[in-house]
């Protein structure tokens, strides 16, 4: 596709259980980030890479949240044994370099989370 | 570390006319980015206009232009002849031009333009 794609737009999971969320960066892009937006918040970083690596996993909040590009294409953040706190809209954003090379960060329309 | 704020939750303007929505931040860096992102409720974030903390002259693109003033460290952007379409949750948002791509972003400005 032409854009940034995320998938499943909406998932609402029960409170203990395992999540997965994918994202389909644009082709050719070989930064990707994860954001976290929760409800009347702006994003908050959560993880970068660069080609297949994490460069900067530092916004990871606890050792619940992993994510991988084991292709550096497409990415999976996972979220273990997920808590209500957990929900928020995930954002997933490709650049072609580094974003201060660039300065623009192409954002896909994120994967609404809802925990019960 | 660095903060970014954004003070008006919401702001409203009538069509045709111009706006102003405000952001001040907080660093210790010299050198940075200064970034304005439109968020319609698609949820798909869309770079509006980008600053480089080096360039005293202000950024401009089409109807959208920042106000930079890097000793106050404020960051606001005006829209001119505001349209329907610009209504959408606005961003102001930080990054460190070196070490890291992590943006910074504020809690959001939300635009209502009215016909």
């Known amino acids: 596709g032409a854009g940034v794609s995320q998938t499943p737009s909406n998932k609402v999971t029960e409170k203990g259980k395992y999540v997965e969320l994918r994202c389909d960066p644009i082709?050719?892009?070989?930064?990707l980030y994860w954001y976290r937006q929760s409800l009347g918040q702006g994003p908050e970083f959560l993880i970068y890479?660069?080609?297949?690596?994490?460069?900067?996993d530092s916004g990871l909040p606890n050792d619940r949240f992993f994510a991988v590009r084991p292709e550096g294409s497409v990415s999976t953040l996972k979220i273990q044994r997920t808590e209500r706190g957990d929900s928020a809209v995930y954002l997933c954003?490709?650049?072609?370099?580094?974003?201060?090379?660039?300065?623009?960060?192409?954002f896909g329309e994120g994967s609404r989370l809802t925990v019960l | 570390a660095q903060t970014v704020t954004q003070s008006q939750p919401e702001m409203s303007v009538q069509e045709a006319e111009t706006v102003t929505l405000s952001c001040t931040y907080d660093?210790?860096?010299?050198?940075?980015?200064l970034f304005w992102y439109k968020q319609p409720p698609s949820r798909q974030m869309i770079l509006v206009i980008r600053?480089?903390?080096?360039?005293?002259q202000n950024a401009t693109e089409n109807r959208f232009s920042v106000n930079f003033q890097k000793a106050a460290k404020s960051f606001s952007l005006k829209i001119s002849d505001s349209q329907l379409g610009d209504t959408a949750m606005y961003f102001c948002?930080?990054?460190?031009?070196?070490?890291?791509?992590?943006?910074?972003f504020g809690t959001g400005t939300r635009l209502q333009v009215f016909p």
């Open positions: 954003a490709s650049s072609l370099e580094r974003t201060s090379d660039t300065g623009e960060l192409f």
């Open positions: 082709s050719g892009h070989t930064a």
């Open positions: 890479f660069q080609g297949t690596g994490a460069a900067d």
């Open positions: 660093t210790s860096e010299n050198n940075y980015y």
């Open positions: 600053q480089e903390a080096y360039k005293q």
């Open positions: 948002a930080f990054m460190k031009s070196y070490n890291t791509d992590k943006l910074i």
